[in-house]
Nanobody
Framework: QVHLVESGGGLVQPGGSLRLSCVAS????????MNWVRQAPGKGLEWVSG????????YYADSVRGRFTISRDNVKNTLYLQMTSLEPDDTAVYYCAKAGPGSTDYSYRGQGTQVTVSS
């Protein structure tokens, strides 16, 4: 049974930074492509970043490239998202999701962690 638990969200001022974590269990984490997706108020799920298994190649949406860094620790079964230069438009609930590259089926995702960027 896939179980994903996100943490690390909070309230931050524009230009600030946060680091999100996601602990995975119930599947062989190291063998799966993993994602971060987000949902802003009143909007649908938006893919933010993904990382391959094995050599851990990162991929980013244009809106976050250069500001966010995805990484994974396969020993700790944990996915990370380091967010810098945060903007008000980054305000959303952030989820980690088990889904293949290019997939939009985010059924396997955690409960989310709220990120609010505001002065």
């Amino acid at each position: 049974q896939v179980h994903l638990v996100e943490s690390g969200g909070g309230l931050v001022q524009p230009g600030g930074s946060l680091r999100l974590s996601c602990v995975a269990s119930g599947f062989d984490f190291s063998n799966y492509y993993m994602n971060w997706v987000r949902q802003a108020p009143g909007k649908g799920l938006e893919w933010v970043s993904g990382i391959s298994s094995g050599v851990a190649i990162p991929y980013y949406a244009d809106s976050v490239r250069g500001r966010f860094t995805i990484s994974r620790d396969n020993v700790k079964n944990t996915l990370y998202l380091q967010m810098t230069s945060l903007e008000p438009d980054d305000t959303a609930v952030y989820y980690c999701a088990k889904a293949g590259p290019g997939s939009t089926d985010y059924s396997y995702r955690g409960q989310g962690t709220q990120v609010t960027v505001s002065s």
